[in-house]
């Protein structure tokens, strides 16, 4: 289901008027404005002259987008991470963060305002729990709560919760920053390698951008430590420049699949991968998938 019919479902649901009819509305709207705009902003502006408010009702989880500044969710912690401490210039805190999730997907929620951060520090929220989460805002696919934001134990109850996004397999031209996909791509760019030391085992590891392209658009990969080395290369050739750029014209022209999540590069202004999983394609196996489509 696309960000336009996730709308949809939203407007219905909201106005209490049948999906069926809030569509006729859609396409309505595409047609006066002779197809101009795509079906998720016909969507919106339906949606503003029928006087129904986005943003602020409780969605789904799977219904929230990088849009949202007032989100409101209801969904079981499903695991909890440790809380860490930064110092950023000159400012000192701590980030307190799980996995929070219901019956439509999972999503991280960083929590960065202290008294929050208490509830996790001392038990008060605990793993397996129902908590209620209001005006949050999100960004690069995760649901951030500030100062302004409000979480609190909730009673309702999840016969069953999903624990981890599910990858989408998906083209580039329609990837959004959030999803968690999968891609056959090829890699017609690589940048040499920048390091920076571990702070689990303080070990030097390597930090690989490239260029993939699947035909429809392209976009900035990011690997990291042993991904790099799922592309054929050696640490010897992720850590020396001159042996790294004779291999790289190996790895150029590659087609794998990439496994990982969509995210915004604030500093480019645009969207990158921040790839976890690289696995080679295998040709028959692929012909296969594809006449499967093909008959489906």
């Known amino acids: 289901m696309d960000k336009g019919d996730k709308l949809i479902e939203r407007i219905s649901r909201i106005s209490e008027i049948s999906k069926e009819e809030i569509i006729e509305k859609v396409d309505a709207k595409k047609k006066k404005l002779s197809g101009l705009i795509s079906q ?3 969507a919106q502006i339906v949606a503003a002259e029928m006087g129904v408010i986005l943003g602020e009702e409780r969605v789904k989880i799977e219904e929230l987008d990088s849009n949202m500044r007032k989100a409101h969710v209801v969904g079981k912690i499903t695991k909890l991470y440790p809380i860490r401490e930064y110092n950023k210039n000159g400012r000192e805190g701590k980030i307190g963060s799980f996995q929070l999730g219901d019956e439509t997907s999972n999503i991280r929620t960083v929590l960065w305002d202290s008294h929050h951060i208490d509830l996790l520090e001392n038990e008060t929220l605990k793993e397996g729990e129902v908590v209620e989460i209001s005006n949050a805002g999100v960004r690069n696919g995760e649901l951030h709560l500030s100062g302004f934001s409000d979480i609190k134990k909730s009673n309702e109850k999840f016969a069953e919760v999903k624990t981890e996004k599910e990858t989408e397999e998906v083209n580039l031209k329609d990837v959004e920053v959030g999803q968690k996909v999968k891609l056959r791509a090829v890699i017609v760019q690589a940048f040499e390698p920048r390091f920076f030391e571990s702070k689990d085992d303080g070990k030097k590891k390597g930090i690989l951008n490239v ?47 990439f496994f990982g999540n969509i995210r915004n590069n604030d500093y480019f202004g645009k969207k990158e991968m921040i790839i976890n999983g690289v696995q080679e394609v295998d040709p028959e196996k692929l012909l296969e998938e594809l006449k499967n489509k093909k008959i489906s």
Do not use: H
């Open 211 to 257: 260029v993939l392209d699947d035909g429809t658009e392209t976009i900035r990969g990011v690997l990291f430590g042993e991904q790099i080395n799922k592309l054929g290369l050696t640490d010897e050739e992720i850590f020396s420049v001159e042996k790294f750029n004779e291999k790289k014209l190996e790895i150029l022209g590659n087609e794998n699949y």
């Open 40 to 42: 998720e902003g016909a």
